[in-house]
């Protein structure tokens, strides 16, 4: 028998799985609503991206190595000194990250279809084919052809409001909304921003987040991010960074509006008979840093990588069980990283006060050199006992200064 995969959705997590697989030979359909999708997003990738994941230097837009963490009361701190010369962090603008990974995975041997996934049929048994119901839209149509897709597998890639998760009940999370506006500035404005990025947190840009301006190609990428699902909270918030941020954006034009949704934890249910989730769809983005691409990239792959090891290369049909061990793997691998991004986020992010005491942390050297070496390479950096101690005690202190201890 030769093993047929859908992976629906075609984002950083389908490529990367669908890549995996047309690469050991399996048939692979690589299923997209839409192909030039811009998915609203600050756009960072660690360095360890560009090496995993083989991207071409154009794929990057700017090589950020300065960053400004910048208080509620206006406190900037600047972040970035411990950064090698050939360090940095990516900027990338999603519509030419996406392009290039699902043409790669096409090239490969992926089946590209342009189509919307409606529903999927689940089978009785083990062994039975699911059945996807899809509008192809190949025709240029908006409403596409009605057609069907038979497959042993199936891998939910489809975003935070995934139809495959629903299909199998993979149960709710909460989530985020990211809102942003793409500004082209005026020359020199834009120069300021040429290997910067900066970082506001306070309750007038974001509740239980940040906001951010990343610099693009030719623009700068402005917003915010909240739990607080509400349109007129959300217009308050922006209104927010750009007040703060005025000076630096004056003459500056919008050119784009986007928003989205943000999953806030994994979902209950990932891999559910011979379907799993991957990326948003599983729910894999980072509290305080809502970092998701890197994780999204690497789920997929990594699911896809299970595939192949268990159906010995497209040979026999992996079980529930088979496709579980990339839960395992996964968990196992980035568990505690979640764990620690989601205490940073409830310690530092619940008022200003505390706000401005991790503002105040990052200007520590020690500090950087954690935060960066973490994001970078994705490995928390184990630091020897005398620096985790200073670390700690200068938490602490950070707080208290700030009486950020006040319950």
Not at 176 to 185: C, T, V, Y
Request: proline share 4%.
């Amino acid at each position: 028998m030769t093993l047929r995969v859908a992976v629906v959705g075609s984002g950083p997590a389908g490529s990367s799985a669908a890549e995996t697989l047309a690469k050991a030979g399996i048939e692979t359909f690589l299923i997209e609503r839409k192909l030039d999708n811009a998915k609203p997003c600050g756009g960072a990738i660690p360095l360890c991206m560009v090496d995993e994941f083989d991207l071409p230097a154009e794929i990057i837009d700017r090589r950020v190595r300065r960053m400004k963490m910048i208080s509620p009361s206006n406190i900037e701190v600047n972040i970035g000194q411990t950064l090698k010369n050939d360090e940095y962090i990516g900027m990338c603008r999603r519509e030419v990250l996406d392009s290039f990974l699902r043409n790669r995975a096409a090239k490969l041997g992926a089946t590209l279809i342009n189509g919307t996934v409606h529903a999927l049929d689940i089978p009785s048994g083990n062994t039975g084919s699911y059945t996807l119901h899809y509008a192809d839209h190949s025709d240029g149509s908006l409403e596409g052809v009605a057609k069907t897709l038979q497959v042993d597998l199936v891998i939910g890639a489809d975003g935070a409001n995934s139809r495959i998760a629903k299909a199998i009940d993979a149960g709710d999370y909460n989530y985020a909304i990211a809102f942003q506006e793409r500004i082209r500035l005026p020359e020199d404005k834009m120069a300021y921003y040429d290997d910067l990025a900066e970082m506001y947190v306070g309750n007038d840009v974001s509740p239980d987040f940040y906001a951010w301006v990343f610099p693009k190609y030719d623009h700068v990428a402005v917003g915010t991010g909240t739990m607080k699902v509400n349109k007129a909270i959300i217009k308050d918030l922006q209104a927010g960074i750009r007040a703060r941020a005025a000076k630096k954006l004056e003459g500056g034009k919008i050119i784009k509006v986007e928003a989205h949704p943000i999953p806030e934890h994994p979902r209950p249910r990932r891999v559910v008979g011979r379907v799993a989730l991957v990326g948003d769809a599983a729910g894999y983005v980072t509290k305080s840093s809502g970092e998701g691409i890197y994780f999204a990239a690497k789920s997929g792959r990594m699911c896809a990588e299970a595939i192949v090891e268990f159906s010995n290369k497209g040979q026999r049909i992996p079980t529930e069980d088979d496709l579980k061990v990339y839960l395992k793997r996964w968990d196992k691998k980035y568990g505690m990283t979640y764990k620690v991004l989601d205490l940073l986020q409830t310690v530092f992010y619940r008022s200003d006060a505390t706000r401005e005491a991790f503002v105040e942390m990052c200007a520590d050297i020690d500090v950087q050199k954690l935060t960066f070496d973490s994001y970078l390479y994705k490995t928390v950096v184990p630091a020897n006992p005398l620096v985790q101690l200073k670390l700690t005690a200068k938490t602490i202190g950070s707080l208290i200064r700030g009486n950020a201890l006040a319950p």
